[in-house]
């Protein structure tokens, strides 16, 4: 359910902090040698990955642009992946918009396990059967399948996931 007309965008502490390490980390990792081919951009342009002029801003008429948390990443200055960070507290269905990155990696041509998701928060918690619940765990199903995702990871899976992640982009792009 969408918000109701007039509600301001907000954010908690924590799903701040969740955004704020994952990007760190990710940042620290880029600056590695290894990965020197790897940039970011931090948000890009609706219309331009689709070919149009028809999306706009409310409020200004403007290019309505995307700013995923992990940016686009790029390899050689070719966009080859996107990331974002999902920070969650109830059984909604508001992580379900990350699937507009998987429709985006197709529209730029890139493999949708190249859209790098962070999952976290309480609505990822498992239940006693170790399962998923609700709108939170269809969405975990449907990246695990499609895309990269790490649910609720901590500090040292984070590092090994993303590491994991590009190397694997690289891999692919050297063959």
Not at 60 to 75: F, K, N, S, V, Y
Request: glycine share 8%.
């Amino acid at each position: 359910m969408a918000a109701r007309k007039g509600t301001k965008a907000f954010t908690t502490t924590e799903s701040k902090e969740s955004e704020k390490r994952s990007i760190r980390i990710f940042n620290e990792i880029l600056s590695e040698p290894e990965y020197s081919r790897f940039s970011t951009e931090m948000s890009y342009s609706m219309n331009e990955i689709y070919g149009t002029d028809l999306s706009v801003t409310k409020v200004h008429g403007a290019d309505c642009i995307t700013e995923p948390d992990l940016g686009l990443l790029m390899l050689d200055g070719i966009p080859i992946g996107v990331g974002d960070n999902k920070y969650q507290t109830k059984f909604a269905n508001a992580c379900e918009r990350i699937n507009l990155y998987t429709v985006d990696a197709q529209a730029m041509g890139f493999n949708q396990k190249n859209v790098l998701i962070v999952f976290d928060g309480p609505a990822f918690n498992k239940n006693k059967e170790g399962k998923y619940m609700s709108a939170p765990g269809k969405q975990v199903v449907r990246s695990k399948r499609f895309n990269t995702c790490l649910v609720q990871p901590t500090e040292k899976e984070l590092y090994i996931g993303i590491r994991g992640y590009l190397d694997r982009i690289l891999r692919e792009e050297s063959t």
